[in-house]
């Protein structure tokens, strides 16, 4: 063999040896980064194109409720009329300090003027008025009555008369401010009443003088007409 083909075949030699090793780098590549995926990537298959990111789950909308916070309702009664109304303080006993004999023009010309301080001192006794021929005063005059001072303007509540036993007995209860006929109006009126008889006030009534004003006289038992007082009860706030 010439020189010539010794070189020509060592050279193939060469070239073939790199091939060879180029083959090997190559597949020695090809096998470590399939490897190194499946390592990364499992469950897919070596060669298989990677599967698309999927999106993140959106966050989820978190709805805010309020908690229900049970209120303390606090009860505030109502009051009645009658109960916001100022409650008034219960009636007294009042005393009145004198007793007058009263007539049409005042206490000048009252029937037994002499008696009437009984109804303070001896109701027993007590006050009457004259006697008369007619239940109307024998058209002489057109009354007569009994006047109580109670010293001082009081709040009158309620005023009680003992008639004594005599029945048929027609009365008015004045008070005022002065003893006097113009100055003592009408507060209650009783007809043919008994033994005795209530005048309960609906509304207070401040005044000094109370008058039992006789408008008409019970029989006496005599054939006569005759008005008698035994006793006063006044009920008030001094």
């Known amino acids: 063999m010439d020189v010539a083909g010794a070189r020509r075949k060592a050279y193939l030699a060469v070239a073939t040896g790199v091939v060879v090793l180029a083959v090997i780098g190559f597949a020695v ?23 698309a990111s999927a999106p993140a789950p959106a966050a989820p909308t978190s709805t805010s409720i309020a908690p229900v ?30 007793a007058v004999a009263f007539g049409p023009t005042g206490t000048g010309d009252g029937d037994n003027p002499q008696l009437a301080g009984n109804v303070l001192t001896d109701p027993g006794a007590g006050w009457m008025s004259d006697w008369y021929t007619t239940d109307l005063f024998g058209e002489l005059k057109r009354g007569t009555g009994l006047l109580l001072d109670m010293g001082r303007a009081v709040s009158l509540g309620k005023v009680s008369v003992d008639l004594g036993t005599a029945s048929g007995t027609s009365l008015q209860l004045r008070a005022g401010a002065q003893p006097a006929p113009g100055a003592l109006p009408v507060l209650a009126s009783a007809a043919d009443a008994g033994a005795r008889v209530s005048f309960p006030l609906a509304k207070p009534v401040t005044a000094r003088y109370v008058l039992l004003w006789f408008t008409k006289l019970p029989p006496d038992g005599s054939g006569t007409y005759q008005a008698a007082v035994h006793g006063v009860t006044i009920a008030g706030r001094p």
Not at 29 to 51: C, D, I, K, M, Q
Not at 80 to 91: D, G, K, N, V
């Open 29 to 51: 590549f090809e096998l470590t980064g399939h490897v190194t995926n499946a390592a990364t990537s499992p469950g897919r298959a070596p060669g298989a194109p990677a599967p």
């Open 69 to 98: 916070v049970p209120t303390t309702s606090t009860s505030h009664p109502v009051a009645s009329p009658a109960a916001s109304a100022t409650t008034s303080p219960p009636l007294a006993g009042l005393r009145a300090v004198a």
